[in-house]
Each structure stands twice: as structure tokens, then as C-alpha cells.
T-cell receptor, first 114, second 111 residues
Framework: DAGVIQSPRHEVTEMGQEVTLRCKPI?????LFWYRQTMMRGLELLIY????????DSGMPEDRFSAKMPNASFSTLKIQPSEPRDSAVYFC????????????FGSGTQLSVL | SQELEQSPQSLIVQEGKNLTINCTSS?????LYWYKQKYGEGLIFLMM?????EEKSHEKITAKLDEKKQQSSLHITASQPSHAGIYLC???????????FGKGTLLTVNP
């Protein structure tokens, strides 16, 4: 298996632009998570899905952030409009039913908003 | 405030030295997970601890859980440059099906 695949690896954009991050979870995994990592706040959970349904989005910072999972093999995290404080590494992770020890992370998307 | 406090924030050791990283929770622990992150990459699962007093080892890395103190320690024996990276602890809160992480400890091992 190729693991969790994220794209793009790096994204540089200007303030006000729309940013879309993409994730392909491991086949057969029922849970998908979006995390954000910064030096100041560490690794924060933004939202997670179970069987394509958003379960908890309490970590989504603002209405500018939205996430979708149209099918079991694809999810997007969108920021519109983007701001410099959104600059961070965004990780997608997936796991099968139950067991955090089976949480697999993608390589992340390094987002820089100028 | 941070639910999981890791110490130290960063650590530089000479190859061959032993080291310990600590993770303290401000809330009840139902499970404690250790992950390692290399620069520019995602997290990789190391070990899971679920019972008080539990101790697990993987190669030269040993982790312990002190349920009463709500604390876990990660110990590396005879460190090697391959051990370098960011070590993060994660806590299972049970009540909300989230895995909450500490800010991490950056480990540098000098050859």
C-alpha cells in the first residue's frame, strides 16, 4: 500500500487566495483526520471523518476553513480566503476502525501564505 | 493551556548517551501513544501504553506509563543519529474519540 497520500507537498500563495489541500487515505480505513502543526501550538486536530461523515469539526479555526470527504478515497481541506496566520504544515491521517496505534500519517502539506 | 506537556522541548546529546523524554497529562489518561516525526515527514507510531505501570520496549527505546502521576517517559539507551527527530506523545481521552498531542521534543544526536 502507498500509505496516506497528500498533495501538494508545498504550497505558497498570497493572502486572500483560496487554498485546497488533498488527501487520499489508506484503502479500507474508516477514519480520516486533518491535523495542523505549528511551532506555537504543536499538532492540532482540525476535523475528523468516520465513513465519510464529519464527526467533529470543533477544531476548525474559522468559517474560512472547510473540509469534505465525497468518497472513501478522497478528502479536501479548503481555506478561503487564506491568511498569513494559516501558514503551517497540514497533515492528513487515516486509521481503520478502532485503535490509535493504527493511525497512519501522510507526509503533510507545507503551506505558506504571504 | 496545553493538556499534554512534554519536557524537555529540545535535547542535544552525544551519540551513545542515554536520554529521557517526559510527557505529563493534565487530564485522565486512558491510553498514551508515542510517535516519532522526522523533519518534513509525517508521524510514525512507536508504542502504545494503556495500563498503569506498563512498560514497553522497541529496539533501544523504552516507554513507561505512571497512571497515578498521569505521566509517561520515553527512554533511549545508547542513542544513535538515527534516533534524531521530534518525539510526540498523544493521549486518548476516550470521551471524545480524539487523539490529543503534546508539542513534541526535538532530539538531536551528534555523532
Amino acid at each position: 500500500d502507498a500509505g496516506v497520500i497528500q498533495s501538494p507537498r508545498h504550497e505558497v500563495t498570497e493572502m486572500g487566495q483560496e487554498v485546497t489541500l488533498r488527501c487520499k487515505p489508506i484503502s479500507g480505513h474508516d477514519y480520516l483526520f486533518w491535523y495542523r502543526q505549528t511551532m506555537m501550538r504543536g499538532l492540532e486536530l482540525l476535523i475528523y471523518f468516520n465513513n465519510n461523515v464529519p464527526i467533529d469539526d470543533s477544531g476548525m479555526p474559522e468559517d474560512r476553513f472547510s473540509a469534505k470527504m465525497p468518497n472513501a478515497s478522497f478528502s479536501t481541506l479548503k481555506i478561503q480566503p487564506s491568511e498569513p496566520r494559516d501558514s503551517a504544515v497540514y497533515f492528513c491521517a487515516s486509521s481503520p476502525q478502532g485503535g490509535w496505534e493504527k493511525l497512519f500519517f501522510g507526509s503533510g502539506t507545507q503551506l505558506s501564505v504571504l | 493551556s496545553q493538556e499534554l506537556e512534554q519536557s524537555p522541548q529540545s535535547l542535544i546529546v552525544q551519540e551513545g548517551k542515554n536520554l529521557t523524554i517526559n510527557c505529563t497529562s493534565s487530564k485522565t489518561l486512558y491510553g498514551l501513544y508515542w510517535y516519532k516525526q522526522k523533519y518534513g515527514e509525517g508521524l510514525i507510531f512507536l508504542m502504545m501504553l494503556q495500563k498503569g505501570g506498563e512498560e514497553k520496549s522497541h529496539e533501544k527505546i523504552t516507554a513507561k506509563l505512571d497512571e497515578k502521576k498521569q505521566q509517561s517517559s520515553l527512554h533511549i539507551t545508547a542513542s544513535q543519529p538515527s534516533h534524531a527527530g521530534i518525539y510526540l506523545c498523544g493521549a486518548d481521552r476516550r470521551s471524545n474519540y480524539k487523539l490529543t498531542f503534546g508539542k513534541g521534543t526535538l532530539l538531536t544526536v551528534n555523532p
